[in-house]
C-alpha cells in the first residue's frame, strides 16, 4: 500500500512540473502563481461541502 501511494503522489510530480513550466512561459510567473494558490484554496470545497462534514457517526460496512 506504502509503494502504491508514493508510486502514484510522486508519479504525478513530473507532470505538474512540465505543466507549470508551460504555465509559466505562456502566462507568467505571477500569474501561474495566482492560478495555483486559487487551485490550492479551492481544493478544501470538495471537503468543506460534503455530507460527512456534519455526519456524527462513522458509515457501517458490511465485509
Not at 502566462?27 to 471537503?47: D, E, H
Request: some cysteine; overall charge positive.
Amino acid at each position: 500500500m506504502s509503494a502504491t501511494a508514493r508510486f502514484v503522489s510522486w508519479g504525478g510530480l513530473p507532470l505538474g512540473g512540465v505543466l507549470g513550466g508551460a504555465a509559466g512561459s505562456v502566462f507568467g510567473a505571477p500569474a501561474t502563481l495566482w492560478a495555483g494558490a486559487a487551485g490550492m484554496t479551492l481544493s478544501c470545497l470538495p471537503n468543506y461541502l460534503s455530507p460527512l462534514r456534519t455526519s456524527r457517526t462513522a458509515p457501517l460496512t458490511t465485509g
